[in-house]
């Protein structure tokens, strides 16, 4: 039993679980042969469990691959950082699927323009249109816990974001945005 349980937990962790119900693979489900979008400079796991007619191979991957063309196993996958697409085959039947490869999605930037405090505090900044902002504060640089504020409004106009919320207790206070 305990094997069955090993075998089921590494057959979860896996990205990517592999079977060919037929002439064709079918991936977490999908199938046949359906398109991967991977982002560069991540490992990815395939649990491959196919017929030994037909191993699963990555093409094109070289030394980023480890235990590649295989029909059962697990295969390992360090997609590399520059902009290549890959395929996988059944290394004896050829039919198979591509890989497509993607940058990893860049963080948005926001930049504070102006701050003004009264009775309450408005920010206004720059950034891409259509992000959540979430104003956060904390009185000590050395705390590394951030409190939110209370947002009243958040609207995009001309460019501009102009974030209204209520004023942060403390006298010294340290003030950020986090964008989503």
Same mark, same amino acid.
């Given at each position: 039993?305990?094997?069955?349980?090993?075998?089921?937990?590494?057959?979860?962790?896996?990205?990517?679980?592999?079977?060919?119900?037929?002439?064709?693979?079918?991936?977490?489900?999908?199938?046949?042969?359906?398109?991967?979008?991977?982002?560069?400079?991540?490992?990815?796991?395939?649990?491959?469990?196919?017929?030994?007619?037909?191993?699963?191979?990555?093409?094109?991957?070289? !030394? &980023?691959? +480890?235990?590649?063309?295989?029909? #059962?196993? $697990?295969?390992?996958?360090?997609?590399?950082? =520059?902009?290549? *697409?890959?395929?996988?085959?059944?290394?004896?039947?050829?039919?198979?699927?591509?890989?497509?490869?993607?940058?990893?999605?860049?963080?948005?930037?926001?930049?504070?323009?102006?701050?003004?405090?009264?009775?309450?505090?408005?920010?206004?900044?720059?950034?891409?249109?259509?992000?959540?902002?979430?104003?956060?504060?904390? !009185? &000590?640089? +050395?705390?590394?816990?951030?409190? #939110?504020? $209370?947002?009243?409004?958040?609207?995009?106009? =001309?460019?501009? *974001?102009?974030?209204?919320?209520?004023?942060?207790?403390?006298?010294?206070?340290?003030?950020?945005?986090?964008?989503?």
């Amino acid at each position: 039993m305990g094997c069955f349980l090993c075998a089921a937990l590494a057959s979860r962790a896996a990205d990517f679980n592999v079977i060919s119900p037929g002439s064709f693979y079918s991936i977490n489900g999908q199938s046949p042969n359906p398109t991967l979008t991977l982002v560069r400079g991540q490992t990815y796991t395939f649990a491959v469990n196919s017929s030994a007619v037909h191993p699963f191979q990555i093409k094109g991957a070289g !030394t &980023n691959v +480890s235990n590649n063309n295989t029909s #059962s196993g $697990t295969i390992k996958f360090s997609v590399p950082t =520059n902009e290549v *697409n890959y395929s996988y085959i059944c290394s004896i039947h050829l039919f198979g699927g591509k890989i497509l490869t993607v940058p990893p999605s860049q963080p948005p930037t926001i930049r504070i323009l102006k701050l003004s405090v009264s009775t309450n505090l408005v920010l206004t900044s720059i950034g891409t249109n259509n992000l959540t902002l979430f104003p956060e504060f904390k !009185t &000590n640089l +050395s705390d590394s816990a951030w409190a #939110s504020l $209370t947002v009243e409004t958040n609207q995009f106009a =001309n460019g501009t *974001n102009d974030t209204v919320c209520g004023l942060p207790a403390g006298t010294n206070v340290f003030i950020r945005l986090r964008a989503q």
